[in-house]
């Protein structure tokens, strides 16, 4: 019996040290935009002295938190299809836009010798798996569908595509390289991991509908909602901007 | 008057199904012995006397209390029947040592010397922290019929405690029967197949066959009858 | 390995799910015995539904699981609205949701082990004890209850492995908020996403270290032939 006392007494204890109004900005990112994230909210935070938090998820996922009552305070959204929903839903007006445009690039895990050097090189027998993000849920895996429709590759690589739930999930299979090729997002390729072994296929960004990287201020409570506004603004500022570039990405 | 007990219940047979019929007095301080074949419905008899089962129709009343009455629904809890049962095979509980197995009938918290004197007679005072598993057979029934009589009830059921024993343990089972249930004056039906037994402990026998009492009497009379058709 | 890696650690998720698996577990131990009691002796036909209905989570993918708790319990759902309007408590996305989503997919395991143990009792012994006077609750606890401690501790060492392991669900309803919901699995996988395979495997490890050995220490215990376990239920 007296076992059980201490155990209530723990778990009551448990319970009841928890719930703190939380002063810290919470911001969503989609997980494509996980890297440059960190970096922007580091010079939010030396710039105006507001602390945040990150939270990655996919898309979709924080899209639909959001709408049932998550509290986040910030979205970035890899596309504006989300925060375009969820501004009808919950009846957030002008308190979107696009800050970025997000790069696709292709990568290659051999430095092999291969014929080409475009990417065609995608038709040859190398190349055996291509992984390319869930074209149904990910932007980027939108984007390289687009390409492949438009250069008429679509058919004739369909069998070696390997799908990942995200840009994140493609990188590893890049990175672990149990895939021949893959399309990924620059920022990916910003820091060290593609280094060395990869063969990096630019991608010209005429050849897919841009990918507008959105943010969307859901922030509720007013003293909240504030600082979720400033670091909207703060998107727009040259800091930001330069953060962006350097991971890869396009300035509206 | 003791208890009357007049039920009826169908019951399922080896051969064919029979209804279970009876009706019966029992005197205070009578020890009754049911005999039957196997499937007869001695221990359903048994059963229902201690509420583990419910007759279909019938009245069990002991003495002034009416324990069972199927028109008016009216059951009395097996936990409130102060009734003592040994079963064939011992029903000790593994997590309970022999003392922890005599002190765990109700009430008796409130009478320490009546578990001293239940353990001299029972000559278990050697075994009182013994572990159950470790136990033989003889011990264990012993045990058991402690346990059984410690809250003094006022009747005590037996389903052929007996029968797994050698015959030197049965002989002094039976006597240590016979001394608690005469000097605690405790009623006693008792489910037996062996004539022996039953002459021994007996002042009653019913013959159950077919579900009905055939025969109700003295059992020295009614066995040695029976006896006497086997040399024959 | 880095003697210095202990000192990166952020060492709240870690925290943070022990914690869930210690509450939910025990939280479970309450309702499940009970629920598990009524089960093992219900002599009802239609015992069949509850009991599909308690293995549900066995077969829901966690995601699901997730998505229909924060379905229920979204402050602007019905149920949650009144929860936070009357009792000021908002469930999704705090750590009391996440342990009741924890119960709700775990309750199965804590369940179907208790009641096994139950019914395999002899039923020779709940007849004995009701002729010695016991009531149902005592003969729960007196003699019921120490007699399937083994399949008790096997349901407590299932359900608090499970949660220790979950991800999914915790994911969804609880929004990997840090300090808060951010559990141990969710800072792996995060890791693992953002392809800090180092950190990944530092996590990995001191969970699979700490882990393996509380379930150990209990093993150990319950194949030993002492009567300690007994002992603990009086």
Same mark, same amino acid.
């Given at each position: 019996m007296?076992?059980?006392? !201490?155990?209530?007494?723990?778990i !009551? ?6 719930e703190k ?6 911001? &969503?990112?989609a997980s ?8 922007? !909210?580091k010079?939010?935070?030396e710039?105006?002295n507001?602390?945040?938090d990150l939270?990655?998820?996919s898309s979709?996922k ?9 509290p ?10 989300y ?5 009808a839903k919950?009846n957030?007006?002008d308190?979107?836009? !696009?800050? &970025? ?7 290659l895990?051999k430095q092999?010798?291969?014929k080409l050097?475009?990417i065609?090189?995608l038709l040859e027998?190398e190349?055996q798996k ?7 849920l990910?932007?980027?895996?939108? &984007?390289?569908?687009?390409i492949l429709?438009?250069l008429?590759?679509?058919?004739q690589?369909?069998s070696?595509l390997?799908?990942?739930e995200?840009v994140n999930?493609?990188n590893q299979?890049l990175?672990s390289?149990v895939?021949d ?13 593609f280094?060395g ?8 960004d005429s ?6 990287n959105t943010?969307?201020v ?7 909602k504030e600082k979720?506004?400033?670091?909207? &603004? ?8 330069s953060i962006?570039k350097?991971y890869g990405?396009?300035?509206? | 008057?003791m ?13 064919k199904?029979?209804?279970?019929? =009876?009706?019966?007095? =029992?005197?205070?301080? $009578?020890?009754?012995a049911?005999?039957?074949k196997?499937?007869?419905g001695k @221990?359903?008899?048994?059963? =229902? /006397? ?8 019938? +009245?069990?009343?002991v003495?002034d209390?009416?324990?069972?009455e199927?028109s008016e629904?009216k059951v009395?809890?097996?936990?409130n029947?102060n +009734?003592?049962?040994?079963?064939q095979?011992s ?5 309970m040592?022999?003392?922890e197995q005599l002190?765990?009938s109700?009430?008796i918290? @409130?009478d ?11 000559? +278990?005072?050697?075994? /009182?922290s013994?572990n159950?598993?470790?136990l033989?057979?003889g011990?264990k ?5 402690a346990r059984?009589?410690?809250q ?8 052929e405690?007996?029968?797994? /024993? $050698?015959y ?8 240590l @029967?016979?001394k608690i249930t005469?000097q605690?004056k =405790?009623?006693?039906?008792f489910?037996s197949h062996?004539?022996?037994e ?14 009905r009492i ?14 006497n058709s086997?040399?024959? | 390995?880095?003697?210095t ?10 925290l943070?799910t022990?914690k869930?698996?210690l509450?939910t577990?025990v939280?479970?131990?309450?309702i499940?015995?009970?629920?598990a ?6 002599? *009802?036909k239609?015992?069949a #539904?509850?009991?599909a209905?308690i *293995? ?5 993918p966690?995601?699901?699981l997730?998505?229909?708790?924060l379905?229920?319990? *979204?402050?602007?759902s019905?149920?949650g609205?009144?929860?936070n %309007?009357?009792?000021?408590? %908002?469930?999704a996305?705090?750590f009391?949701? #996440?342990?009741?989503?924890s119960?709700v997919y ?17 039923k020779a012994?709940?007849e004995t004890?009701q002729v ?7 003969i729960?606890?007196?003699?019921l209850?120490?007699n399937?401690i ?5 349901a407590?060492?299932?359900t ?7 991800f999914g669900?915790v994911l969804?309803?609880?929004?990997s ?8 699995s969710i800072?792996?996988y995060?890791?693992?996403? *953002?392809?800090n ?8 490890? #001191?969970l ?7 379930l150990?220490?209990v ?5 030993s032939?002492?009567?300690w376990?007994?002992?603990?239920s009086?």
């Amino acid at each position: 019996m007296k076992q059980i006392g !201490i155990i209530l007494i723990i778990i !009551i204890f448990f319970f009841s040290c928890n719930e703190k109004e939380e002063q810290r900005l919470l911001i &969503a990112s989609a997980s494509s935009l996980r890297s440059v994230s960190v970096e922007l !909210i580091k010079a939010f935070s030396e710039e105006t002295n507001i602390k945040a938090d990150l939270i990655s998820a996919s898309s979709g996922k924080l899209s639909v938190q959001i709408e049932l009552g998550a509290p986040y305070d910030i979205f970035l959204s890899a596309n504006e299809k989300y925060p375009n929903y969820l501004c009808a839903k919950l009846n957030l007006k002008d308190e979107s836009s !696009i800050f &970025a445009y997000g790069q696709l690039v292709l990568l290659l895990t051999k430095q092999k010798q291969l014929k080409l050097n475009s990417i065609d090189v995608l038709l040859e027998n190398e190349i055996q798996k291509i992984a390319i993000p869930n074209p149904d849920l990910a932007p980027y895996g939108i &984007a390289a569908m687009e390409i492949l429709k438009l250069l008429q590759l679509d058919k004739q690589v369909k069998s070696k595509l390997v799908y990942g739930e995200n840009v994140n999930q493609t990188n590893q299979f890049l990175k672990s390289k149990v895939v021949d090729a893959g399309f990924t997002s620059v920022s990916s390729i910003q820091n060290s991991h593609f280094r060395g072994d990869y063969k990096i296929i630019s991608i010209l960004d005429s050849l897919y509908n841009p990918i507008k990287n959105t943010v969307l201020v859901v922030a509720k409570k007013t003293f909240k909602k504030e600082k979720a506004q400033k670091f909207k &603004a703060f998107l727009q500022e040259e800091k930001a901007k330069s953060i962006l570039k350097k991971y890869g990405y396009n300035i509206p | 008057m003791m208890i009357k007990i007049q039920i009826e219940k169908k019951l399922i047979g080896a051969q064919k199904d029979f209804t279970l019929s =009876i009706n019966k007095q =029992i005197d205070s301080g $009578d020890f009754v012995a049911i005999f039957g074949k196997s499937g007869a419905g001695k @221990t359903t008899i048994l059963r =229902i /006397l201690a509420g583990l089962e419910q007759p279909e129709k019938g +009245i069990i009343q002991v003495e002034d209390k009416v324990w069972v009455e199927r028109s008016e629904k009216k059951v009395v809890p097996v936990k409130n029947r102060n +009734i003592g049962f040994v079963a064939q095979q011992s029903i000790l509980f593994p997590n309970m040592n022999v003392k922890e197995q005599l002190t765990f009938s109700k009430g008796i918290n @409130t009478d320490l010397r009546l578990l001293e004197e239940v353990v001299s007679i029972m000559k +278990i005072d050697n075994l /009182l922290s013994a572990n159950p598993n470790k136990l033989s057979g003889g011990q264990k029934q012993r045990i058991s019929l402690a346990r059984a009589i410690i809250q003094k009830p006022k009747i005590l059921l037996l389903d052929e405690p007996f029968v797994a /024993l $050698d015959y030197g343990m049965k002989q002094e089972l039976i006597q240590l @029967t016979k001394k608690i249930t005469n000097q605690y004056k =405790i009623t006693t039906i008792f489910v037996s197949h062996d004539p022996v037994e039953i002459i021994q402990l007996a002042n009653r026998i019913w013959v159950l066959e077919n579900g009905r009492i055939q025969n109700d009497g003295n059992p020295k009379d009614l066995l040695s009858n029976f006896l006497n058709s086997l040399n024959n | 390995m880095d003697i210095t890696f202990l000192n990166n650690i952020n060492w709240v998720p870690l925290l943070l799910t022990f914690k869930l698996a210690l509450v939910t577990t025990v939280l479970l131990v309450l309702i499940g015995i009970p629920i598990a009691y009524a089960l093992a002796f219900s002599k *009802s036909k239609l015992k069949a #539904i509850p009991e599909a209905l308690i *293995s549900m989570p066995l077969v829901l993918p966690p995601t699901v699981l997730g998505f229909y708790l924060l379905l229920v319990f *979204s402050p602007d759902s019905f149920l949650g609205n009144l929860l936070n %309007q009357f009792l000021g408590i %908002q469930f999704a996305f705090s750590f009391t949701g #996440i342990v009741i989503a924890s119960m709700v997919y775990s309750l199965p395991f804590m369940v179907q082990p208790i009641q096994n143990g139950l019914q395999s009792l002899p039923k020779a012994y709940v007849e004995t004890a009701q002729v010695l006077g016991k009531s149902k609750f005592e003969i729960l606890k007196q003699i019921l209850l120490p007699n399937s401690i083994r399949s008790i501790v096997t349901a407590i060492i299932l359900t608090f492995a499970h949660t220790i392991g979950e991800f999914g669900v915790v994911l969804m309803i609880g929004g990997s908020i840090p300090n808060q919901t951010k559990v141990a699995s969710i800072a792996v996988y995060e890791k693992v996403e *953002s392809l800090n395979y180092i950190g990944a495997h530092q996590y990995a490890f #001191i969970l699979f270290i700490i882990s393996f050995s509380v379930l150990l220490g209990v093993y150990i215990f319950n194949n030993s032939n002492k009567n300690w376990l007994t002992s603990l239920s009086k």
